[in-house]
């Protein structure tokens, strides 16, 4: 069985992407887990802080490190395969969280033989999003963020993607919003090829039909619970539009993000305006 992560910034299109891969018949894949950010971590944190106390109680009275993340693999891994309960011939089973992107490391150590997608967004689009949240009651972004407070979120994230890209090698691959978007075929057939499915360009456009952000939006509640495309909250899927932002965001809004993260849109030749 082969384990998938979808890492990536939030509101930078994870649930769109996950949902068409999910209608691959060899991927099995469920609404975010939160597996590691809201279980794992704090063990983890737990085992650390013991390891700094002269005579530690806990787990490590009775646990080696080794035998700890041991059995961290085995909860994982109850919960992972869970997935093929709804899809039991499935070869893949894929997890996204987006903050999965803060764990790369403890999930390689899990999963060592894992493949990792990173989805990357213009920070424009991915700060105009965020500030659209502030707006929704089912928001959780903080109120006293601004667009700088975003954008230098954003450069934060593209910096945790480069380090998962040294560490994973040949497990990792990145790809782009924008190239999903305006060339998805061609897109997911990268992604597939990655994971070492065998699929071609016309194969991929009829297993899994085009949808638009408004079409997602319009019959997201009428999916089956566990499916990334469910939920009830409003506008949870937006315009979708790559350049969006431009309506969104006040010129004084854009030359401040574009300047914070200069740098790294240049690295992945996102253009200043």
């Not at 928001?139 to 993607?161: F, P, T, Y």
């Not at 997911?188 to 085009?210: C, G, M, V």
């Not at 499916?227 to 909250?233: Q, S, Y």
Request: proline share 4%.
């Amino acid at each position: 069985m082969k384990n998938v992560f979808i890492i990536a910034l939030p509101r930078s299109g994870t649930s769109w992407l996950q949902g068409m891969l999910g209608l691959l018949p060899e991927i099995a894949t469920v609404r975010e887990t939160h597996l590691v950010d809201n279980y794992l971590r704090h063990l983890v944190k737990s085992w650390n802080n013991e390891q700094k106390e002269a005579s530690p109680d806990g787990l490590s009275a009775i646990l080696s490190e080794a035998e700890f993340y041991a059995s961290l693999k085995v909860f994982s891994d109850r919960i992972l395969n869970k997935f093929l309960d709804l899809k039991p011939n499935a070869e893949i089973i894929l997890e996204k969280t987006p903050d999965n992107l803060n764990f790369v490391p403890l999930l390689h150590r899990l999963y060592p033989q894992a493949y990792f997608i990173h989805l990357i967004r213009d920070p424009r689009a991915v700060v105009a999003s965020h500030l659209a949240l502030k707006k929704e009651r089912w928001g959780w972004v903080n109120a006293n963020q601004n667009h700088r407070d975003l954008a230098l979120k954003w450069c934060g994230g593209i910096e945790k993607s480069d380090r998962a890209r040294d560490l994973l090698q040949d497990r990792f691959l990145e790809i782009s919003y924008e190239d999903l978007k305006s060339d998805r075929n061609s897109t997911l057939l990268k992604i597939t090829t990655f994971l070492e499915l065998s699929y071609n360009q016309d194969e991929l456009a009829r297993l899994i039909p085009q949808a638009s952000a408004i079409d997602l939006d319009n019959n997201k509640a009428s999916f089956p619970t566990h499916n990334p495309f469910f939920d009830t909250r409003p506008n949870f899927f937006r315009r979708g539009e790559i350049d969006s932002w431009q309506q969104e965001l006040t010129q004084e809004e854009i030359l401040d993000i574009e300047s914070i993260c200069l740098r790294l849109m240049s690295s992945r030749r996102y253009k200043t305006t």
